[in-house]
């Protein structure tokens, strides 16, 4: 398992963003040399984890469980079949590609060493947008990434910062004890919202805005004790 490349992008104005700013840095580039990443500070204020890479919708991208995205190599390859052209490192706005890694097979609270220091944990994984949709250039994109076998890649949490670059070994350095992947809370929070109660086992691995979604749900659908002789229903 191995890191392909490490990927950064700096802020361009755009006509495809709803971002306030009109801004965006989803054009991720692969970078030579080490670069450091560490935690990047509270959701909605924090930036991206790692150094030289840029966040311009605090919204949705940035802070401490998201400080990075990792999308595999292998999935960017299928999405290279299916839309008849070449992607590179870097083509879907994530900061790490990789190689021989499970992604979006990982459990949520699951941890990757990256090189000899840098350990990640899994929380979450992408839901795509309007500016996603726009860098790509492909119609009906969001519902095609959503419900591509592909999967969403992963988004990560700082543990222990350091420096990382492309050619560093990852390794999986500890499973929790669920059955809640990237691609299992991906569905629950795209095509199968009845799924989210069950996603709540990971809670206190998951990014905000999923973990949020997930609560408001099982808020919602409580379900409450039936009446003797009958079953509990959704109220």
């Not at 083509?91 to 190689?99: H, I």
């Not at 890694?101 to 944990?121: K, P, S």
Request: with cysteine.
């Amino acid at each position: 398992m191995t890191l392909l490349s490490v990927n950064v992008g700096r802020a361009r104005a755009v006509d495809y963003t709803d971002a306030a700013s009109g801004l965006t840095a989803i054009d991720k580039r692969p970078v030579e040399g080490p670069v450091r990443i560490e935690a990047p500070g509270a959701p909605g204020v924090g930036r991206s984890g790692l150094a030289g890479d840029t966040v311009c919708d605090l919204r949705f991208h940035g802070g401490d469980d998201r400080a990075a995205y990792a999308f595999a190599r292998e999935d960017m390859d299928l999405w290279e079949r299916e839309l008849g052209r070449e992607l590179a490192n870097g083509s879907f706005g994530e900061n790490l590609t990789t190689r021989g890694l499970d992604v979006n097979g990982a459990l949520i609270g699951e941890r990757w060493r990256i090189g000899e220091e840098v350990v990640l944990e899994v929380t979450g994984g992408r839901i795509p947008c309007r500016t996603f949709q726009g860098f790509v250039r492909e119609q009906g994109w969001v519902r095609r990434f959503t419900q591509s076998e592909a999967g969403p890649g992963a988004l990560l949490r700082v543990i222990v910062p350091g420096e990382i670059r492309a050619g560093d070994p990852v390794t999986v350095v500890h499973r929790p004890e669920h059955d809640i992947t990237v691609a299992l809370l991906h569905r629950a929070a795209t095509a199968e919202r009845t799924l989210l109660p069950r996603t709540l086992v990971a809670a206190e691995w998951m990014e905000s805005g999923l973990l949020a979604l997930a609560r408001q749900y099982a808020d919602k659908y409580a379900r409450t004790e039936a009446p003797e002789g009958g079953t509990n229903v959704p109220v």
